[in-house]
């Protein structure tokens, strides 16, 4: 039995960062920021001590106003994100506590910004084998809280916003249709080019406040070297489903992408060789959202009304780690 999106909806918080009010905290200017990302602005919590459950249970709040399901039908939640609220428990427990979806299982995930792709994958496995019949999926992010809003944090700062997306992944019984596959793909020999350099509480003795004055605790990225694998493991992990499932590049509806910067769009669209408009973006108004982002761009382009029943949909992302991944989905509307 196939498991199927049956729906998707995203929430962003209010407050807007523009390039020009990054322009007032260090040395950049909106014009380097959209010629190099494409992005225009980022949402942010701001001074709201908010985490990243909280922006899911928005997010999963307006889910749940659109679909016929009821929130005590979930029966599993898989949580993504890359910025916990708190390093231990996982995001997970403190969403699923707020959301009062008490006694049932929650998993987190920490696949950056192939989060919500892992995540889609294993609730695709659990209804494939029968465990679950309801899974929510969240992907959800609060990173403007932890960034290096400095020019010596320019090359980072620039690039990512707080947000959030929740699915729900049920069975299907309409034969071929739903999630056809994922493909999952890691090599931790890139581990320093993308993350939060200060190590974890449980390496004895190594956070202090060295550790600070070197602005470890802030996310770093080795951008071009990030760029150059992306460029390249986006499109090879898109052909690998794609021929896994014996389809060609023109067979698909739309392909959405990670945001993680327009060029890399761009250069995914032209190694594929398909229109701009086969490519999804909207990252000029989100930034990079990390585990939330394929989601959002997901339930903008259902919104956008770019999806149809039978569409061949490519979801696909790279990040930390390096991870990259991608699912393969015959869209089906139900
Ligand atoms: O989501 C996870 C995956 N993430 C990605 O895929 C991100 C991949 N990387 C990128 O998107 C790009 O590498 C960046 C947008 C992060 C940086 O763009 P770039 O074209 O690779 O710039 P660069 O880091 O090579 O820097 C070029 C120049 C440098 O100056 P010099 O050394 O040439 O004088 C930087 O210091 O631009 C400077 N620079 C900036 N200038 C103005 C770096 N950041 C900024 C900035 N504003 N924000």
Redesign the pocket.
Known sequence: MNSYIKDISYYVPEKIITNNDLEKLM???DE??TS??GIKQRHSVGDNPLGPSDLAVESTKKLFDKIDVKLEDIDFVIFATSSPDTYVPGSGSIFQHKMGLNNIGVLDIRQG?CGFVYAISVADQFIKAGTYKNILVVGSEVQTTQLDYDTKG??TA??FGDGATSALVRPTKSKGKGILSSHLHSDGKYISE?GTMVPSPVVKGLINKKNIDNREHHIF?N??E??RH?VKRFPDVIREGLSYNNLNIEDVGLVIP?Q??YR?TQAVQRSLKVEENKVFSNIHKYG?T?AASVGIALSEAIEQNRIKDNDIIVLVA???GFYWASSILKWHNE
């Open positions: 040395d950049t200017s380097w920021i190099r990302t910004c320019r090359g620039i690039i993308l990225m951008g071009r990030v760029f992306a990670h993680a910067n890399i990079n990390t790279f990040g930390a």
